[in-house]
């Protein structure tokens, strides 16, 4: 496993918040708990993904394949080179110890196929072909405007297949604004229904000691079958 150490931005987040036991009450639980939720099978698009899809991986049963999209080449690579450290690091056994993970878990996520795209999760348009599962972790309040987040949460929605589901998640700064935040779960809910999707739920998530971050929004929606 290469170490991943150094100084960069992602590197550094990746050490100071994943190479070590879970922390409870920052959102994780919840998140794994929604993506156990997911029922849909196929291909799985993980939109900003960073180095962080083998943990979501961990949580999405389903999954026959994974294709992770991020604008940051480095942060897709120290995701790639970890994959099968991570799996037997400090994080994922306290995850295991707490019964979030199985040990059917690992010897699944070990195999699953992935591909790494550069792009910009936000605006672009993205590398993959309509899938069945898409997720995207820590992104949408990073979107600047309302148009630009329903634009998004559109995009998103016209890559899911069919019955497709999607799940989504991030973490609102404290003293930051954010059209998610100013949003929330009531108003994200009937943006989603008006663009054609069914909403299986929306939480706003106190985080705990969270420093720099004050709550956490998640939700499940999937569009209909036809």
């Known amino acids: 496993m290469r170490d991943v150490s150094g100084e960069s931005r992602a590197r550094r987040y990746w050490e100071s918040n994943y190479q070590r ?77 707490r019964r979030l993970v199985e040990a059917r878990d690992l010897a699944r996520v070990a195999a699953l196929p992935r591909r790494y795209t550069r792009g910009d999760a936000m605006f672009d348009q993205w590398p993959f072909q309509p899938a069945p599962i898409i997720t995207a972790l820590g992104l949408a309040a990073l979107i600047p405007t309302d148009s630009q987040l329903i634009d998004w949460l559109h995009a998103v929605l016209s890559g899911l297949t069919p019955g497709g589901e999607f799940v989504g998640a991030s973490w609102l700064a404290v003293g930051r604004d954010s059209p998610l935040g100013t949003l929330g779960c009531d108003g994200l809910a009937s943006v989603l229904q008006r663009l054609g999707a069914v909403v299986h739920s929306c939480q706003h998530v106190r985080i705990q000691d969270g420093g720099e971050f004050e709550s956490l929004i998640l939700w499940h929606a999937a569009l209909p079958d036809q």
């Open 21 to 97: 036991p879970l922390v409870l009450g920052q959102g994780v639980e919840q998140i794994f708990a929604t993506l156990r939720a997911i029922r849909s099978h196929g291909p799985w698009v993980d939109l900003g993904a960073g180095p962080f899809s083998v943990l979501w991986a961990l949580a999405i049963e389903h999954a026959d394949s994974l294709a992770a999209v991020d604008i940051d080449a480095e942060a897709l690579e120290i995701g790639a080179d970890n994959w099968g450290g991570y799996l037997d690091g400090a994080f994922v056994r306290s995850l295991v110890a």
